[in-house]
T-cell receptor, first 111, second 117 residues
């Protein structure tokens, strides 16, 4: 069965510092992978997705993620974090009709 | 593009009453809509999947008689929480997908906060 693990429940970084959020997945075939961001009391916004091709995926708001099949990982990165990036981040795996979400990583940004 | 709206954004109701939540795809036709429930500081739990004109497929453990889902058109799905109780208080999020826009991507609504007194 497919599953997603986000090992870090909460991460705090300083504004301007780099960020990496970890995501590991378990999937029987080539996975479809997604990163979503959720601001407090809001729905989810798609940051980026990977279906195939180039393993380094660029998304919105300056985010990128790299698919590493050998490590079953799809980590999200941003070179310089802004205060507005503080939110909950969810990694998801699967096809449209069978998507599984990780537990989420809450990002706090220090001034 | 690919905007999904939900109405209402917040609702407070008395125990025993029913509440209807609407999910609309504003600028595309959604072939499939999904309903999720999210408890505080937790991830999304898929409740059901619905295709336009068909009965919804519920996830294991979700009471279909309590959470009624109707997907009457390609732009509208509704979730009705019947005989609501305080334990039904939660954040309900819908999403929609369409083969015409981008396969295998769900577009999420802003969510509805339900509080049952």
């Amino acid at each position: 069965a497919q599953s997603v693990t986000q090992p870090d429940i909460h991460i705090t970084v300083s504004e301007g510092a780099s960020l990496e959020l970890r995501c590991n997945y378990s999937y029987g075939a080539t996975p479809y992978l997604f990163w979503y961001v959720q601001s407090p009391g809001q729905g989810l916004q798609l940051l980026l997705k990977y279906f195939s091709g180039d393993t380094l995926v660029q998304g919105i708001k300056g985010f990128e993620a790299e698919f590493k099949r050998s490590q079953s990982s799809f980590n999200l990165r941003k070179p310089s974090v802004h205060w507005s990036d503080a939110a909950e981040y969810f990694c998801a795996v699967g096809a449209t009709n069978d998507m599984r979400f990780g537990a989420g990583t809450r990002l706090t940004v220090k001034p | 593009g690919a905007v999904v709206s939900q109405h209402p954004s917040r609702v407070i109701c008395k125990s025993g009453t029913s509440v209807k939540i609407e999910c609309r795809s504003l600028d595309f036709q959604a072939t499939t809509m999904f309903w999720y429930r999210q408890f505080p500081k937790q991830s999304l739990m898929l409740m059901a999947t619905s295709n336009e004109g068909s009965k919804a497929t519920y996830e294991q453990g979700v009471e279909k008689d309590k959470f009624l889902i109707n997907h009457a058109s390609l732009t509208l799905s509704t979730l009705t929480v019947t005989s609501a109780h305080p334990e039904d208080s939660s954040f309900y999020i819908c999403s929609a997908s369409t083969w015409f826009l981008s396969t295998d991507t769900q577009y999420f609504g802003p969510g509805t906060r339900l509080t049952v007194l």
